[in-house]
């Protein structure tokens, strides 16, 4: 979990890979109207974002599977436990607004543009302990995955 280019699908495929599990993207299950509102530079409401959230909630009830998936709230977070019907392990993928940003301005070929990073972050509640395991993205991806290996075992 985490704003929009903290490296999500990067390092859920890596993941899946290490784990030997299969990895969605989150993105995948938006609604074609979310799609089209974000690329048009238009943040996502909440009201948006539930059906999203159902469609993710619904893919974890399926074990085990990796889903990349901003969950930027807690209730969004509570939303996707409750449907998931078992338990769920969020890490969150955290790092500074200028590394993020500068990671997505090299990306290409997604409908999420830079102009929609401060929504993410302004929509940010970060997880407590309790919630998630925090990583900080500033390091080459194979030591943040063994990090988070280490961390949900």
Not at 6 to 15: E, N, T, W, Y
Not at 93 to 100: E, T, Y
Request: aromatic share 4%; with cysteine.
């Amino acid at each position: 979990m985490g704003v929009a280019g903290c490296g999500k699908s990067s390092v859920g495929d890596a993941l899946a890979l290490r784990l030997g599990i299969p990895y969605h993207d989150g993105d995948d299950l938006h609604p074609a109207e979310n799609v089209a509102k974000m690329r048009q530079g238009v943040p996502l409401t909440d009201d948006d974002r539930w059906p999203w959230l159902d469609r993710v909630a619904q893919a974890l009830a399926a074990p085990p599977v990796i889903i990349g998936c901003s969950a930027l709230k807690r209730a969004y977070r509570e939303r996707i436990r409750a449907g998931a019907g078992g338990p769920v392990r969020f890490v969150h993928l955290h790092g500074s607004r200028d590394l993020i940003a500068g990671r997505m301005a090299a990306r290409q070929g997604h409908y999420m543009p830079l102009s929609l990073l401060d929504s993410q972050f302004a929509a940010l509640e970060p997880p407590g302990p309790d919630e998630a395991l925090r990583m900080d993205i500033d390091q080459p991806l194979d030591a943040l995955v063994a990090r988070i290996v280490e961390g949900v075992a």
